[in-house]
C-alpha cells in the first residue's frame, strides 16, 4: 500500500467510527448501516459488564448481531435511554491493502430513563475492530468491546 492509500484509508476508517457514534447517539440506524459491511458481526456481548464487580449492569445489550440488516433504526432511544459515546486513540494495523484490525479507547455514558435501577452509566474500555474495503469504500466488519471500568449512579 502506497502512502496516500495509507493516509487515505486511516482517514475513511477514522469517518467510519465518527459516524457509527454519531448514529448510534442520535438514533440514526440508516447512518449507522452505511457504514457496515454487509456480513459485519457486531458483538456486543458482555459490553456493559463491569471487570472489576462482575457486575452486568445491561444484560439486554448482551447480542450479537450478524449482517448491516441487523441493526435497528431506533436503537437505545427506543428504550427512553440518551448515549453518548466517544472514541479516540486509534491504533490502526493493516493486514493487507484492503483490510485492516484497529483498537480504539472508548468511554461511553448512557442516561436511563426514570424509574431505572440507575440514572447513568459511564463505561470505559476499548473497541477492537476489523475493517474491510469493498469497491473503493472502507466499512466495519466486526466489532467487539471490552471492558476496563463500567459505573452506575
Known amino acids: ?44 456481548m458482555g459490553c456493559c459488564t463491569d471487570p472489576v464487580s462482575g457486575i452486568d449492569f445491561f444484560p439486554a445489550m448482551n447480542v ?14 427506543g428504550l427512553g435511554i440518551v448515549s453518548v459515546h466517544q472514541s479516540y486513540n486509534l491504533e490502526l494495523e493493516f493486514s493487507s491493502d484492503t483490510t485492516a484490525k484497529g483498537i480504539w479507547s472508548m468511554t461511553d455514558r448512557l442516561w436511563f430513563p426514570s424509574g431505572s435501577q440507575f440514572s447513568l452509566m459511564t463505561g470505559y474500555g476499548h473497541y477492537h475492530e476489523t475493517y474491510e474495503q469493498v469497491e473503493s469504500v472502507w466499512l466495519l466488519k466486526t466489532t467487539r468491546i471490552s471492558r476496563i471500568r463500567v459505573e452506575t449512579c
Open 64 to 77: 450479537i448481531l450478524r449482517g448491516r440488516d441487523s441493526w435497528t433504526s431506533n436503537g437505545m432511544s
Open 1 to 44: 500500500m502506497k502512502k496516500l492509500e495509507r493516509i487515505s484509508a486511516i482517514e475513511a476508517i477514522q469517518q467510519i467510527k465518527a459516524r457509527y457514534c454519531r448514529g448510534v447517539d442520535s438514533s440514526d440506524g440508516d447512518l449507522v448501516k452505511s457504514i457496515l459491511a454487509e456480513d459485519c458481526v457486531l458483538d456486543y
